[in-house]
């Protein structure tokens, strides 16, 4: 079966990891080197994090149902409590940013029409109810009327038990990191292209391992753009909105050469760099031309715990990046970038480094620039160590879509011959879009969660 073949992952190679709110908390427990729980069998059916937290699962609408309300004037609090036992508290302030009515929320767009120079940070209020639909209504000092759905309440509750489980992020960011013993998650082109439930389970493994591959489709160009489609839009850059990876006389990218390619993420001369990237074989060489992949955030951990200095070095210091030339139009970039970059957690969020566009201009003080060196050649060092690295050999009608912020890819060197020509059809989306199509995916697939 299909469904299977995204599940086929070599458990004893993954290790949990996760970014944004719970990163610090389960950082002790899903550094690499400790395995993660098992994987779920498969990734249409897993139990999404939240529905069954919140509230009675014998009777789901006692969930959302309201028993009393009462505003706690003191501390500037409605309390509701819930038939189910539980009890939730909501600003005073933050239900009137948030009135649902025709005058303060545009319905259509989902979008507040309440200006923040109207909105009375310290307003009280004057009455609050519960409706005999079960809303909560509440009129305010200056007699305007809110009246706010009881389900839509709930899945607002400020408290951390059920921020956790409405926060959709923190269920999609969490990833698995794996190394060379990875068995690269795998599903049919045309289902993703034609079926939600493939394509939720395609992107979702996206999302979580890195790297997803799919077979089966046409060997001829124009395959990524109807998957790009699938998800939303192609990222234009300077490459043009798909660019062919063959080998060209005076080629103005090393991909484009026969040569090997060191593992590297893709447009770090780029400060916003595309986020995902699709390749699709239309033609394979005979001899080499296998592609390498590493998890970079693994990757980046390992360096954390085995070379903490580097890892700092590598966090904070900048490398500068170049890329000029011709090819949809001309370019001439410039970026400044940390090869690992954190965020406010110490979560890595991204890699970039690319050897081929890193700059001979190194904006760093003298003192500098050895420690830096050191740095980087501690992280390509753990980066090539053989148990990192997965190989794989591309086929025509294969397509791989990875994460671009977190893989590091390379390729073996090949024979280029007249008669079979490698070629493979390349292009970018953003993550943006892509998890866009996720979550309504997820609606569609699960309902509203």
């Known amino acids: 079966m299909w469904m299977s073949t995204f599940s086929r992952l070599a458990l004893p190679a993954l290790r949990g990891s996760t970014s944004a709110m719970a990163c610090r908390a389960l950082r002790a427990c899903c550094r690499p080197g400790r395995a993660a729980g098992p994987l779920p069998s498969s990734l249409t059916s897993m139990q999404l994090r939240g529905q069954q937290t919140l509230g009675s699962a014998s009777d789901p609408l006692a969930r959302h149902s309201v028993r009393t309300v009462q505003a706690l004037d003191e501390k500037r609090m409605v309390e509701v409590e819930w038939e189910d036992g539980g009890s939730s508290l909501y600003p005073f302030t933050w239900l009137r940013d948030n009135c649902q009515c025709p005058t303060c929320t545009l319905a259509s767009a989902q979008a507040r029409k309440l200006l923040m120079a109207d909105l009375d940070i310290h307003t009280g209020i004057d009455t609050v109810e519960v409706t005999n639909d079960n809303k909560v209504s509440i009129v305010w000092p200056d007699q305007h009327a809110s009246v706010f759905d009881s389900e839509w309440l709930k899945k607002r509750c400020f408290s951390a038990a059920a921020r956790q489980a409405v926060q959709e992020e923190f269920f999609l960011n969490k990833r698995f990191y794996w190394d060379s013993k990875l068995h690269i998650p795998t599903g049919d082109f045309q289902e993703v292209l034609h079926d939600d439930k493939a394509a939720l389970a395609w ?11 799919l077979t089966g489709a046409q060997a001829e160009k124009g395959q990524v753009a109807r998957l790009a489609e699938r998800i939303g839009y192609l990222r234009l850059t300077y490459y043009g909105h798909t660019w062919q990876v063959q080998d060209k006389h005076m080629a103005n990218n090393v991909a484009y050469t026969s ?41 980046a951990e390992v360096l954390r715990r085995e070379d903490p200095e580097a890892f700092r070095t590598l966090t904070t210091l900048q490398a500068d990046f170049t890329d000029t030339g011709s090819d949809y139009c001309d370019f001439m970039l410039q970026s400044k970038k940390c090869i690992i970059d954190i965020n406010a957690e110490g979560c890595v969020t991204s890699i970039s480094f690319n050897n081929a566009t890193r700059d001979s201009v190194l904006d760093l003080p ?16 753990i980066v090539n160590r053989p148990e990192n690295v997965v190989t794989y050999k591309m086929m025509p009608g294969d397509v791989v879509i990875f994460d671009n912020w977190r893989l590091m890819h390379g390729r073996k060197n090949y024979v280029s011959r007249p008669d079979k020509l490698r070629h493979l059809e390349g292009a970018y989306l953003d993550w943006d879009e892509v998890m866009s199509r996720l979550r309504i995916l997820r609606s569609s697939v699960h309902g509203n969660i």
């Open 203 to 213: 992107l979702m493994a996206l999302r979580r391992v890195g790297i997803v591959y």
């Open 366 to 381: 003298l003192h500098q620039v050895q420690p830096f060196y050191r740095a980087l050649k501690a992280f390509t060092d």
């Open 259 to 299: 040569g090997r390619l060191s593992a590297h993420t893709d447009y770090p001369a780029l400060y916003f760099t595309p986020g995902v990237q699709i390749l699709h074989c239309i033609n394979q060489a005979e001899e080499g031309g296998e592609s390498e992949v590493v998890d970079g955030f693994h990757m």
